[in-house]
C-alpha cells in the first residue's frame, strides 16, 4: 500500500525477520528469543517495526515515530508529510497523499478512503490518543500510477458523502443532548432529558407559524365576524362597529379585581366571552320581534 507495487513476497519478509531474530541472538547471547519464538514474525502474517524498517531501506525510506523531538514539524502540520504508516496490536496500514488529495489504505476496509485535509489532522490526532503507533515516511516515494492519475484527475467525493440532508430541528436538539461540557457521550441520556430537548425542538419549530397566525383572541374575532357577517339578519360589525366594540373580547375588565394594565385571567377571559355572547343573542333576538 505505502510503495503501491507487490516488490516484496512474505518469503522476502520471512528471511530479513530471521536474521534480525539471528543479529538478536549474536547480541544478546542467551538472553535473546529466551521464549523460543520470533519477535520479529509470528504465523499470522505479522512482521515487527524492524522488518519493514529494513525493507524500507532498499528504497532510501526511513519510518521515524511520530513522538521523536526531530518529528516535531509533522506533529505540528501532518499535512506537510507524503505518507505515514501506522500500527495497532499487530496491524499496519497507511495514510498516503496521492496528488493533493489523501487516502487512508487499510485492508480491513473495502477500498481507499478519501480524508479531507481537516480530517487527516483529526484522524492523527485521535489514532495518537488512542495509543497507535505513528511513524512519518521520511524519504522520495517510488513514482505510481495513482500518483498521475489523481494529480490529472483528483477524486470527486460523491454527494451522499458531503452533501446529507440537513436535519430538522428537533433532530438537532434530539442529536445535541449528552453533548455537555465536560460529559461523555457514551453516557445514554436520561428519558427526561430527550423529553425536553423534543419539547424544545417542536416549540422552535412551530414558533414561526404561531407567530404569522396571529394569536387565538384575533382568530376568535376573526371567525365570530365571518359567521355574523354570513347572516342576514345579523348585523355585520361594519353595520354597527360602536356596539360590537363596547365590550372587547379579551379587553382588561373594568372591576376592581382586575387593575388597570394587568392581564386578565383565564376567568376573566371566559366571563368576557359569555357576556359578549349573550349580548349577541339579544341582538339576534331583538332583530326577529315583528313591529307592532
Not at 87 to 104: A, I, M, P, S, T
Not at 132 to 157: K, M, R
Not at 179 to 192: A, F, H, K, N, T
Amino acid at each position: 500500500m505505502l510503495l503501491q507495487d507487490s516488490l516484496f513476497t512474505y518469503e522476502n519478509l520471512r528471511d530479513l525477520a530471521r536474521q534480525m531474530d539471528q543479529m538478536e541472538h549474536d547480541i544478546l547471547g542467551n538472553n535473546a528469543n529466551a521464549v523460543g519464538r520470533s519477535e520479529n514474525m509470528n504465523d499470522s502474517g505479522f512482521f515487527s517495526i524492524q522488518v519493514i524498517e529494513k525493507a524500507l531501506e532498499t528504497f532510501d525510506l526511513k519510518l521515524i515515530n511520530m513522538e521523536n523531538p526531530a518529528m516535531a514539524e509533522f506533529k505540528a502540520n501532518p499535512l506537510t508529510a507524503r505518507a505515514y504508516v501506522l500500527n495497532l496490536r499487530e496491524h499496519w496500514f497507511v495514510l498516503r497523499k496521492f496528488g493533493n488529495q489523501w487516502f487512508e489504505l487499510n485492508s480491513v476496509k473495502n477500498g481507499p478512503k478519501l480524508l479531507t485535509d481537516t480530517y487527516v489532522k483529526e484522524y492523527l490526532h485521535q489514532f495518537a490518543a488512542e495509543n497507535y503507533s505513528i511513524f512519518v515516511v521520511q524519504g522520495i516515494l517510488p513514482n505510481s500510477e495513482a500518483d498521475d492519475f489523481i494529480t490529472l484527475c483528483p477524486v470527486v467525493p460523491k454527494p451522499t458523502d458531503f452533501d446529507k440532508k440537513e436535519p430538522n430541528l428537533a433532530q438537532k436538539f434530539f442529536n445535541s443532548v449528552g453533548r455537555r461540557l465536560g460529559g461523555s457521550q457514551e453516557i445514554p441520556d436520561s428519558q427526561e432529558d430527550r423529553d425536553l430537548a423534543i419539547a424544545m425542538a417542536l416549540s422552535m419549530e412551530s414558533k414561526e407559524s404561531s407567530e404569522s397566525s396571529g394569536s387565538d383572541e384575533d382568530q376568535l374575532a376573526k371567525a365570530i365576524e365571518m359567521s355574523l357577517s354570513q347572516d342576514p339578519n345579523i348585523p355585520s360589525t361594519s353595520a354597527a362597529p360602536s356596539e360590537l366594540t363596547e365590550t372587547p373580547i379579551l379587553g382588561p375588565s373594568t372591576s376592581s379585581e382586575t387593575p388597570s394594565g394587568r392581564i386578565p385571567s383565564a376567568e376573566q377571559q371566559r366571563r368576557d366571552r359569555a357576556k359578549f355572547l349573550e349580548k349577541l343573542e339579544e341582538e339576534k333576538k331583538s332583530q326577529n320581534v315583528p313591529e307592532e
